[in-house]
């Protein structure tokens, strides 16, 4: 084989570099495209946190208490002896339902789903009741409320140890 | 020789010239021309039939659809000198365009024209079914058009949360909770239990395509932002573009609905 013919590219050469140069702008491609999409994702979350210290089981009296529903989304409630953590997401589309201390009752303003003071649904669309959150002491005596462990009523989970406090 | 009036001098001026490059559209080669050579006209077919353009026929739905897109792109723009989108301003600024600024029926322009335009994408899409016209060689711009409706009803929805009044944090509580149950993607969807591994969540409300949506597990601040990001920029260029494919299409598949 002569040097002047050595100079061109015979065909397979040419498709190694055509794949390498595919191989490389796809790889580009992608890599963009991953950036862009873990760009929507922000670091950090100014939201509050999932678990939280909540006074002393003695801080409640019964019924239901309202003061960590706009900090964390939760409703201390003490009746028959428990005291357990509600979540205050209507199990119906997502909604916050208010406490109506007068009827005893928590209502949905959205589509009227109506629970009891223990979580209950018993009107409107709501398909099952209201959850109960982890709730514990720790060494202090004090609560503590974890949102990221979600006991059911309906999966018999409420007569789980964790998700009540005995007082 | 004719008497030359003050328009033909108008048009032998250079500005004139400038702007225009054919002469009237007085035959056959120069009415192609005149219509090819303008941006507002060259995306419309050089040579229509005349049953496509009758009102009778078509009802111009689809016409009407795209002058109350250009409508809601004015009004929404001069929305845009007064509203913040935050969460301390927001509901304040749409209080502020009805009752402070001149010519605040702009807001509800803005609002009934985008109930507007959802009825009339329905209609344009019914003539379009019921003559027959999303059928070949016009499908691949059916398909177009079922995008542009699924847009224009994300038009709608995203532009719901920003007065952030009860009805539009609730609502959009309640329409971004749908996207808790996608499939593998949102926390409460089929799928999402099957990737855990041991006591390691994957898909968690922290990281499914709903906190994508809302950048938060909540309807807060950057859920508004984000909100306001795809409303008035992200996806209006996206409907652009595609309208513009849409109208393009109408011409290269022969026209607006008549028998090829």
């Known amino acids: ?167 | 020789m004719a008497k030359r009036g003050v328009v033909d001098y108008i048009r032998e001026t250079q500005v004139w010239k400038s702007i225009f490059r054919h002469g009237p559209p007085t035959n056959a080669r120069n009415r192609a021309a005149v219509v090819a050579g303008n941006v507002f006209l060259h995306l419309h077919p050089i040579k229509l039939k005349k049953s496509g353009v009758q009102l009778g026929y078509t009802w111009c739905m689809g016409g009407l659809t795209f002058f109350i897109f250009l409508a809601l792109t004015v009004t929404g723009v001069l929305l845009m000198f007064y509203y913040r989108p935050t969460a301390e301003y927001a509901y304040n600024d749409i209080i502020a365009l009805k009752e402070h600024v001149p010519l605040g029926i702009m807001r509800e322009i803005h609002r009934w024209g985008a109930h507007a335009m959802v009825i009339t994408v329905w209609l344009h899409m019914f003539r379009v079914f019921m003559t027959g016209s999303y059928k070949p060689p016009r499908e691949f711009n059916w398909g177009v058009g079922v995008i542009l409706l699924v847009l224009t009803l994300l038009l709608s929805f995203t532009g719901y949360l920003l007065p952030w009044d009860q009805l539009a944090i609730w609502a959009i509580a309640v329409g971004s909770n749908m996207a808790k149950a996608t499939p593998f993607l949102g926390h409460g969807g089929p799928g999402a239990a099957l990737a855990q591994i041991g006591d390691f969540v994957m898909v968690s409300d922290k990281n499914d395509v709903r906190f994508q949506l809302l950048a938060g597990r909540f309807v807060g601040e950057p859920a508004l932002l984000r909100f306001y990001i795809l409303h008035c920029v992200f996806i209006p260029l996206v409907v652009g573009v595609l309208i513009a494919v849409h109208f393009w299409r109408v011409r290269k598949d022969g026209g607006i609905s008549a028998p090829l």
């Open chain 1, 1 to 167: 084989m002569s040097d002047d013919v050595k100079k061109q590219l015979n065909r397979r050469e040419f498709f190694s570099f055509v794949t390498v140069g595919w191989v490389a702008f796809t790889s580009a491609v992608a890599g963009f495209l991953t950036l862009i999409f873990r760009y929507t994702y922000p670091n950090v979350n100014f939201e509050p946190e999932m678990d939280f210290v909540a006074g002393r089981p003695n801080d409640y009296e019964e019924g239901v208490d309202e003061r960590w529903k706009n900090g964390y989304g939760v409703w201390i409630v003490k009746m028959e002896g428990r005291l357990f953590a509600l979540s205050n997401i209507c199990t119906h589309l997502g909604c916050v339902p208010n406490w109506l201390p007068a009827e005893l009752k928590f209502k949905c303003p959205c589509h009227g789903s109506g629970y009891y003071q223990n979580g209950i649904n018993f009107e409107g669309p709501a398909p099952r009741p209201l959850e109960r959150y982890k709730i514990s002491l720790n060494a202090e005596g004090k609560i503590i409320v974890d949102k990221t462990k979600i006991y059911r009523y309906e999966k018999g989970q409420w007569d789980n140890p964790q998700s009540y406090l005995k007082v």
